[in-house]
């Protein structure tokens, strides 16, 4: 809001600013002015500026020849031949043209007092104007910030969405519904005006008059015609161009929505396209990740599946060793020894049976490494 009103201080400040120029200002030169065939305007300058001239003091013309006053008399102030034979002395001559030059001057001093009165009721209304209508300008200058806000934004993102999907068809799109939507500003823009102005830079509108009391009288049967409200009618050529202008920009909307939306497609496929080939190299990269754990697994199993083979060796060797010993030392007691036969054979059944044991368990623990020697070859 800080920045509207800091506008509009500055618009309310260029308005006065001009108004004050505009009644302190000389006389505008004709065919220099859009404004110059304005009724208003024409009333201001008191429709005689074209016809001021350049004035003459006495002195410029004394210093002048006879024809040369004969001539300015004759072309700029319309004395007749008649009138110019009657002045046989320069002074007579001489009195004539001063008379008639300090005539035109009078004449120009109270058209400018008149355009100087006049001008300044005008620039006083349009004060008045601005003084009374001041909410009614606040409110549409208002109403103009928002709606160019809203269209830059709207094009903006327009312009975002071509740069985002890439579509040389959308964006001649949109340089067209720039185009055509200028060319309804300056439409807008020429018919608002031209009802208190006219210029040759308005937009140039066909003439489609449509005469209500014509067409009254043609459906009544009226041979004798409208009269002379027959003459008058409205102009629909500003709407039948406007109508056109919403129609193509319609149709431009639409062929940047379709290249937009076939830019989308194209880029979701290939979008789509490049997921699945990130995808497929994602799953070869974790595939070999995984054999290489499978093998280092494998490995592993082996090493330890040796590891313990060689363990069960190296206990089964122990064992033997020791029931060799023990059974050399039992029949080295019976030899050395004077024992009765009863006690020699306990002794040998003894042995006989902790050998079967020992044998028994070795046969359960083989069979049991074995078994889970299978089962991790079947999970290899």
């Not at 024809?67 to 009657?86: F, M, P, Q, S, T």
């Not at 300044?120 to 004060?127: F, Y």
């Not at 209500?212 to 039948?240: E, Q």
């Not at 202008?245 to 194209?266: I, P, Q, S, T, Y």
Request: hydrophobic share 40%; aromatic share 6%.
């Amino acid at each position: 809001m800080g920045m509207r009103s800091k506008l509009l201080a500055l618009l309310q400040a260029f308005i006065i600013a001009t108004c004050i120029i505009q009644s302190i200002q000389t006389l505008p030169k004709t065919n220099a002015s859009i404004f110059d065939t304005n009724p208003i305007i024409d009333w201001v300058t008191a429709d005689d500026a074209s016809k001021s001239m350049k004035t003459l003091a006495i002195i410029e013309i004394s210093d002048m020849r006879v024809r040369d006053i004969k001539r300015r008399l004759v072309r700029e102030h319309g004395y007749g031949a008649d009138e110019i034979a009657k002045m046989i002395d320069k002074k007579e001559l001489v009195n004539a043209l001063s008379y008639e030059e300090h005539r035109a001057e009078q004449k120009e001093k109270e058209r400018k007092k008149r355009v100087a009165l006049r001008r300044s009721i005008i620039v006083a209304l349009i004060c008045v104007i601005f003084a009374m209508f001041r909410p009614l300008v606040v409110h549409a200058w208002e109403v103009l910030l928002v709606n160019v806000e809203v269209y830059t934004d709207k094009k903006k993102y327009e312009f975002s969405r071509i740069k985002e999907f890439r579509s040389p068809k959308a964006a001649f799109g949109l340089l067209l519904t720039i185009a055509v939507n200028a060319l309804q500003f300056w439409l807008s823009a020429s018919v608002l005006l031209s009802w208190v102005m006219k210029s040759k830079f308005f937009f140039p509108v066909p003439h489609i008059p449509i005469r209500p009391a014509a067409l009254i009288a043609t459906a009544s049967g009226n041979n004798g015609g409208a009269g002379a409200l027959g003459n008058y009618g409205l102009n629909v050529g500003p709407m039948v161009i406007s109508w056109l202008f919403r129609f193509v920009n319609g149709r431009l909307e639409l062929f940047m929505g379709k290249a937009l939306a076939a830019a989308h497609k194209a880029q979701n496929k290939v979008n789509r396209k490049q997921r699945k080939a990130e995808q497929k190299e994602q799953e070869k990269k974790d595939a070999a990740v995984a054999k290489e754990e499978r093998k280092a697994a494998r490995k592993a199993r082996r090493a330890e599946r040796a590891e313990r083979e060689s363990r069960k060796k190296a206990e089964e060797a122990s064992g033997t060793s020791k029931d060799d010993s023990g059974v050399e030392n039992a029949t080295g007691e019976q030899t050395d020894t004077d024992l009765p036969s009863g006690s020699t054979k306990f002794n040998v059944n003894a042995s006989a049976v902790g050998s079967e044991k020992e044998d028994a368990s070795s046969i359960t623990s083989k069979q049991t490494v074995a078994e889970e020697i299978g089962a991790m070859d079947e999970l290899d």
